[in-house]
C-alpha cells in the first residue's frame, strides 16, 4: 500500500506540474496577442470545482477540478471541449480568438506543445548539472553479456561485449541499445579478444522487449560480492567469494540465472499461498562444494549481491551550467526520435495489446522517493505529453493545428459547426483510447 500512494503521488505531481505547463503556453501567447482567457484550470470541472479564484481586474477565474484527466483553458472566441458554435452565435469581439490572424492563432495552439517540449529539456539539462551522467560503458562490462534463447538463435553467445550495430557504436546499456540492435543488419561483438559478426533477422523491438528471460542483459557472474548481515544468506554461512553452482539441483551458469530462479520458485510459491520458500543450494568456497538449505520470505532480498558491478569502471561526466544545456537538448531531442520510432508498434496486434493507462504510467516511477528519477520520468513524460498533443486528432492541438494549416492555404475557415462536430468526434475518439489504456491496465493486474 506504501509503494503505491508513492507511485501515485509521484503521478500526480508529476502530471500536474506537466499540465500546468502546457496550459501556461496556451495562456502566454493568448495574452501576448491579446486574446481573452476566461478560465485557467488544472483538471477538467464537470457539475463543479474543488476550489477557485477570479484576482481582482483580472478576466481569468483559476482553479482546481475534481477530475484528474488533464486540464484546460478557456480561451474566448474558440470551438472546444468548453465550447460550442452556439456559445459564438454572437458578433465577433477584438479580444476573441477567432477575430485574430492564423499565425497568432497557431501560435497559440503549439504553444502548449512548444512549452511541454521546453521544460524537458530544461529539466534533462538540469538532471546533467545536478548528478551528472554515470554509467558502465558496455565495452568495460567484461564479463559481457547473458542472452536467451532467442538470442543465442541468432548467433550470440554468453559472455559477449557489445561493440556496435551497424558499425555505429553502442555506449550504454539500456533501450536505445536494444532498439539499435534490433533495427541492425550487422551487430559487432568482442568474443574472446576476436571481433565477431552477428547478422540480424527481422525482429520486432516490442517482441524483444516482452522476452522473458531477457533478450540481452549484463552478464553476473555466479559469485557473491557482498552479505548483508541478519538475511537469509547470512543467516546460512555464506560469504564473499562463494561461488553459486546449483539451486534445487538446477545448476546455475550466472547470478542471472539464480535471480531467475528465484523469480520462478517466488512464483509458485505465492500461486499456492505460501508465505515462505524453501531450496536447496550448491555453493563452492576455496573449491570445496557444500550443500545448504536456505528459507526466505521475500525471495529477491537474499541479501547478497553479485560479483560484476564493483568491478566495472564506472564512466562519469559531469557538466557545468552552460554545458549541461547543449547535452540536455541533445538527450531531450534524442529521447523524443526514439519515442516517435517506438509508435510504429503501436498499431501492431501486440503493441496494442501493451498500451496502458494511468496504472502503466504509475509504475514507471520508483517504489520510493527519488529526485533523481522523478525528474527524469516527468522529462520523458512531458516529451510523450507533447508529442501525443501534436498529432492531427480533432480536440487534440494538433487537430486545430491541422484546421488552421488548412484555412491558411485554401484562404477559408472551416464553419463553427463544422469545428464543433470535429471537436466531439475527436473527444469520443479520446475518451475510447482512455477507456481501452485503463482496461488493459486492469486485465494486466487480475491476470
Known amino acids: 500500500m506504501e509503494t503505491f500512494l508513492i507511485r501515485a503521488l509521484q503521478l500526480m505531481l ?22 481573452r482567457v476566461t478560465k485557467f484550470y488544472l483538471f477538467f470541472d464537470p457539475w463543479f470545482s474543488l476550489f477557485k479564484f477570479k484576482p481582482k481586474n483580472s478576466e481569468t477565474e483559476y482553479g482546481m477540478g475534481w477530475l484528474p484527466l488533464g486540464g484546460y483553458v478557456q480561451i474566448a472566441g474558440m470551438v472546444d471541449e468548453t465550447q460550442s458554435s452556439d456559445d459564438l452565435n454572437h458578433p465577433v469581439q477584438d479580444w476573441e480568438f477567432r477575430a485574430k490572424p492564423a499565425w497568432q492563432r497557431l501560435l497559440v495552439m503549439v504553444g502548449g506543445v512548444m512549452m511541454n517540449f521546453l521544460l524537458a529539456l530544461f529539466i534533462y539539462s538540469m538532471i546533467l548539472f545536478k548528478w551528472g551522467d554515470q554509467y558502465v560503458s558496455l565495452q568495460d562490462m567484461t564479463y559481457g553479456m547473458e542472452f536467451n534463447e532467442r538470442a543465442e538463435e541468432i548467433g550470440f553467445r554468453d559472455g559477449d561485449i557489445l561493440l556496435s550495430a551497424d558499425d555505429q557504436p553502442l555506449q550504454r546499456f539500456d533501450v536505445d541499445m536494444l532498439r539499435a540492435i534490433t533495427e541492425a543488419r550487422v551487430v559487432k561483438v568482442n568474443r574472446e579478444g576476436q571481433e565477431v559478426e552477428v547478422f540480424m533477422p527481422e525482429i520486432s523491438l516490442l517482441d524483444v522487449a516482452k522476452d522473458v528471460p531477457a533478450f540481452v542483459e549484463p552478464l553476473l557472474p555466479n559469485v557473491v560480492d557482498s552479505v548483508v548481515p541478519g ?34 520458485l517466488r512464483e509458485a510459491a505465492e500461486s499456492n499461498g505460501q508465505k515462505t520458500v524453501d531450496f536447496t543450494l550448491v555453493y563452492a568456497r576455496a573449491g570445496i562444494q ?14 547478497a549481491t553479485s560479483k560484476a558491478l564493483s568491478d566495472y569502471k564506472l564512466t562519469t561526466k559531469e557538466y557545468g551550467f552552460f554545458e549541461a544545456f547543449p547535452a540536455g537538448i541533445a538527450l531531450g531531442v534524442n529521447t523524443l526520435k526514439g519515442y516517435v520510432n517506438d509508435m510504429k508498434y503501436v498499431f501492431t496486434k501486440e503493441g496494442a495489446k501493451s498500451v496502458g493507462g494511468f496504472g502503466t504510467i504509475g509504475s514507471i516511477f520508483p517504489k520510493v522517493w527519488d529526485w533523481h528519477r522523478f525528474w527524469e520520468m516527468t522529462a520523458f513524460l512531458s516529451i510523450i505529453l507533447a508529442f501525443m498533443n501534436i498529432l492531427p486528432i480533432p ?26 462536430r470535429a471537436q466531439m468526434a475527436g473527444m469520443i475518439l479520446l475518451f475510447a483510447l482512455l477507456i481501452y489504456a485503463n482496461f488493459n491496465d486492469v486485465i494486466r493486474f487480475l491476470f
Open 395 to 420: 480536440a487534440l492541438d494538433g487537430g486545430h493545428v491541422l484546421f488552421l494549416l488548412y484555412e491558411i492555404i485554401a484562404r477559408r475557415k472551416p464553419s463553427d459547426k463544422f469545428m464543433e
Open 290 to 303: 557444500d550443500t545448504i538449505a536456505v528459507k526466505t520470505d521475500t525471495l529477491f532480498m537474499v541479501g
Open 231 to 264: 538475511r537469509p544468506f547470512a543467516e546460512v554461512g555464506i560469504q564473499s567469494g562463494d561461488v553459486l553452482l546449483a539451486i534445487n539441483e538446477t545448476p546455475l551458469r550466472s547470478y542471472n540465472a539464480f535471480v531467475s530462479k528465484l523469480a520462478n
Open 14 to 35: 508529476s502530471l500536474s506540474l506537466l499540465v500546468i505547463i502546457h496550459e501556461g503556453g496556451h495562456f502566454f501567447f493568448a495574452k501576448l496577442f491579446k486574446i
